[in-house]
């Protein structure tokens, strides 16, 4: 067997929570920099149209909340330092797609969209009973 092949045979488990925590982080910092950059009419000029019927204000307190989920699901692990503070991020972040899914669905906005909140939240849920 190869040395890559034998690390990752002995290693998958952190392999694959370090991959999903790596994912969710981007996915929501990535989200909660367009949320607290954009207006409610740039949100919706990208496609999320829910935006323009929240208050901007709800929006970056959202925004905020995904950052610090995105910080909070690496930094903790990564450091060593408070390490149970991931699972706490991401509990924070199942509540974010759960309260997100419903949106969504009053909206009946597009599957595609429910679909990757149900990834997400199948992530979050990963890690907060995995860390």
């Not at 910092?29 to 950059?37: D, N, Q, R």
């Not at 899914?101 to 990757?116: D, P, W, Y």
């Amino acid at each position: 067997m190869s040395t890559i092949t034998s690390y990752i045979g002995e290693n998958w488990w952190g392999i694959s929570l370090w991959t999903v925590q790596i994912f969710l982080a981007f996915m929501f910092s990535y989200a909660g920099f367009m949320k607290l950059t954009k207006s409610a009419q740039g949100l919706s000029d990208i496609g999320w149209h829910w935006a323009t019927t929240l208050p901007l204000g709800f929006i970056r307190l959202l925004a905020v909340m995904e950052l610090l989920a995105a910080i909070g699901v690496i930094l903790p692990t990564l450091t060593g330092i408070m390490p149970y503070m991931g699972n706490f991020a991401a509990i924070g972040m199942i509540l974010v797609q759960v309260a997100a899914i419903i949106l969504h669905a009053k909206r009946k906005e597009t599957k595609a969209t429910i679909v990757l909140n149900l990834i997400l939240l199948a992530g979050a849920i990963f890690i907060a009973l995995k860390l």
